[in-house]
C-alpha cells in the first residue's frame, strides 16, 4: 500500500475510486483479468463500510458491517479465501421495551399485545408474498412496480396495520434494520432489501436470520485479504476531487496527484458522487439520481464490560426499544465470550437527535438505558467506543443510501449505467444484496466483467490527457 503523497503521478488501465469491498473486488479481478490498475482511497486506510476496531489479545469489535447471512456473496467469497464465519450469541431472553413496559421474550417473535402481535403479523405475511414478486436483478419491473415506488412505507403500514403497537414494532424493526424511518423510505425498496435479507421477518433476526453470523477476525479483514494482489497498486490519502474524460483517457485528480487510464470505476457511496466535478459534466438524469438518494443514520456503540453478565441472568443480549434512541442492542462478544460487549445500535431520526447532543450526555443516556436493560452493572462499563457515520467525510451515514418513492422506478436502471469511460460500482449500484457487503463484492465484479468485455487492447499507458 502507498501513500499517494510520495507518488503524484500515477498510469494505468483502470484507475479505480474507494477501496470498501467494491472497489476492491474491482481492482483485484481486473488485475487478475491482465489489466493495470490503481486503486485511489481517500482515507488512511481501506474498508470503507467495514471498519474492525482491535480491543486487544487478537480480538476485534465492529464498528461497521458485521453480519452476513450463510448464502451470501459476502460469505462465499470468505469462504474461497479461508476466513471462518462465528455464530452471534442467541440463547436466553430478550427484551422488548414497548410504550409502557419492559418485557421479556424468547424465539424470534417480541412479545406485544396479542392484538398487536395479529395485526402485524398479516402486515409482515403480505410483505412476504409481495417481496416474492420482485425480481432481484431488476426490481422495477416487478408487476407492481408503479405502485409500489409511489408510496412511502409509512402509508402502507397506517394503511394495512391498525393498531398503534403494531405499527410502532413495524417502525422500530424497519429503522433498526434500514437505518431510516419507514416515511423515508418507498415500499419497492423495502421489498428489494427484504429479497437480499432472504425476507421480511430475517431481516432483524439473529438464529435463522440476517443477524446469525459474522467474520471471524473482522469484515475488513475480509477487504484486505480480496485487495492482497493489488497492494502494490493501492493508493491512500487519495481523494479523488475531479474526473476528467478525453477521447481516450480519463484523468483522476485531487490535491497534490493525479492519475489517468483508459476507464475509471466509481466505486464511492452513491450519494457521494455529487461531491465529484465530472468534466464534462454528467447527464442530467444521473446528477438527479444522485441528489435523490440519502444516505441512512446509525451510530453505532460498543460497550465493554469484564464479562457477559447478562449471559448468567439468562439474558441474550438482545433488546429492542419503541421508546428510546438506542433502538437495538446485541451481544457482540467475541466468539469465546471475553470480553463481554454489548453492541447498540441508534438508527434513523433517533441517530440525527442524539448526534445533535453533547457527547458526555448522550453517553449518560446510553449508560441509564442499557442499566434499565441488564441492571445497575451494565451502567458501569469498561469502555464505550462511539462510531458516528454521519459524521464520516467519506462516508455520511449508513448502513447505505436508501431510495425514496419514484427512485427505482425512474433510476433504478441508471444506477449501474456507464458514462463514457465511466463505470459505477458499490452496494447502492446493484439491487442483489443491494446495500450490504455482499451486493458491494457483486458490484465489483459485476463492473470488473464490464471493462473487461469493453476494453478491446491490454495494458496502454502512453497517450495523455492534454
Ligand atoms: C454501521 C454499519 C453496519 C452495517 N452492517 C452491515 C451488515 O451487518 N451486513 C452487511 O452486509 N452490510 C452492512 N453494512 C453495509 C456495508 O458496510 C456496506 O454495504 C459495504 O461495506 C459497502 O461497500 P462499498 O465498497 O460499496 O462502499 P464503502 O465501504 O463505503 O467504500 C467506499 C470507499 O470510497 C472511499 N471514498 C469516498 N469518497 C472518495 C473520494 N472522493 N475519493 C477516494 N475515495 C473515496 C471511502 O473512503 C470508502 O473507503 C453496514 C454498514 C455500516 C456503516
Known amino acids: 500500500m502507498r501513500d499517494v503523497r510520495e507518488h503524484p503521478k500515477i ?27 490503481a486503486l485511489l ?29 450463510p448464502d451470501s456473496v459476502n460469505a462465499r467469497t470468505a469462504a474461497a479465501l479461508g476466513i471462518a464465519s462465528e455464530k452471534v450469541y442467541d440463547e436466553g431472553y430478550k427484551l422488548i421495551e414497548t ?16 392484538i398487536a402481535l395479529a395485526d402485524f403479523g398479516q402486515a409482515a405475511l403480505r410483505i412476504e408474498r409481495m417481496r416474492r414478486a420482485v425480481p432481484e436483478e431488476a426490481p422495477w419491473t416487478a408487476p407492481h412496480a408503479a405502485r409500489w415506488d409511489s408510496e412511502t412505507m409509512w402509508s402502507w403500514t397506517r394503511r394495512n396495520i391498525r ?18 424511518a419507514p416515511s423515508e423510505m418507498s415500499v419497492l425498496h423495502v421489498l428489494n432489501y427484504s429479497n437480499c435479507t432472504n425476507g421480511f421477518r430475517a431481516m432483524t433476526t439473529i438464529t435463522g436470520g440476517a443477524l446469525e453470523n459474522r467474520f471471524a477476525g473482522g469484515a475488513q479483514n475480509l477487504v ?17 476531487r475531479r474526473i476528467e474524460q478525453g477521447d481516450d483517457r480519463v484523468r483522476v485528480t485531487g490535491p497534490g496527484f493525479e492519475a489517468t487510464g483508459r476507464r475509471v470505476v466509481v466505486a ?17 438524469t444521473r446528477t438527479r439520481l444522485t441528489q435523490r438518494m440519502t444516505m441512512g443514520a446509525a451510530i453505532k456503540y460498543l460497550v465493554l ?74 451502567e458501569k462499563p469498561q469502555e464505550i467506543i462511539e462510531q458516528n457515520w454521519m459524521a464520516e467525510p467519506f462516508t455520511q451515514g449508513c448502513y447505505h443510501g436508501y431510495c425514496p418513492p419514484g427512485f427505482y422506478t425512474e433510476y433504478g436502471p441508471a444506477l449501474k449505467e456507464p458514462i463514457g469511460r465511466i463505470h459505477w460500482a458499490g452496494a447502492e449500484t446493484v439491487p442483489v444484496e443491494y446495500g450490504a457487503m455482499g451486493g458491494a463484492i457483486y458490484s465489483g465484479r459485476r463492473v470488473a466483467a464490464e471493462i473487461a468485455g469493453q476494453m478491446s487492447t491490454k495494458s496502454s499507458t502512453t497517450a495523455v490527457i492534454a
Open 224 to 240: 484486505l485479504r480480496i485487495a492482497e494482489n493489488v497492494t502494490a497498486d493501492t493508493y491512500v490519502n487519495a481523494h479523488v
Open 305 to 378: 464490560y469484564d464479562e457477559p453478565f447478562w449471559r448468567r441472568d439468562g439474558m441474550s443480549g438482545m433488546a429492542i426499544s419503541f421508546r428510546s434512541p438506542f433502538r437495538a442492542v446485541l451481544d457482540g462478544s467475541p466468539a469465546d465470550g471475553s470480553p463481554g460487549v454489548l453492541t447498540v445500535f441508534v438508527t434513523g431520526p433517533a441517530a440525527h437527535h442524539i448526534a445533535a447532543m453533547e457527547p458526555s450526555r448522550r453517553r449518560e443516556l446510553l449508560r441509564r438505558q442499557l442499566g434499565r436493560y441488564f441492571g445497575a452493572r451494565a
Open 163 to 180: 393498531t398503534r403497537e403494531g405499527r410502532l414494532l413495524m417502525r422500530l424493526l424497519l429503522e433498526a434494520g434500514m437505518g431510516a
Open 99 to 114: 410504550e409502557r413496559r419492559l418485557t421479556r421474550w424468547k424465539g424470534s417473535i417480541p412479545r406485544i399485545s396479542p
Open 268 to 284: 464511492v457511496p452513491t450519494p457521494l458522487v455529487g461531491r465529484i466535478d465530472f468534466a464534462p459534466s454528467l447527464p442530467e
Open 11 to 37: 498510469e494505468a488501465d483502470v484507475v479505480v475510486v474507494g477501496a470498501g469491498f467494491a472497489g476492491a473486488t474491482a481492482a483485484s479481478e481486473l488485475a487478475r483479468s491482465g489489466r493495470s490498475v
Open 41 to 69: 482511497e481517500a482515507r488512511d486506510r481501506l474498508g470503507g463500510r467495514a471498519l474492525s476496531h482491535p480491543i486487544g489479545a487478537g480480538k476485534i469489535v465492529e464498528l461497521g458491517c458485521e453480519f452476513h447471512l
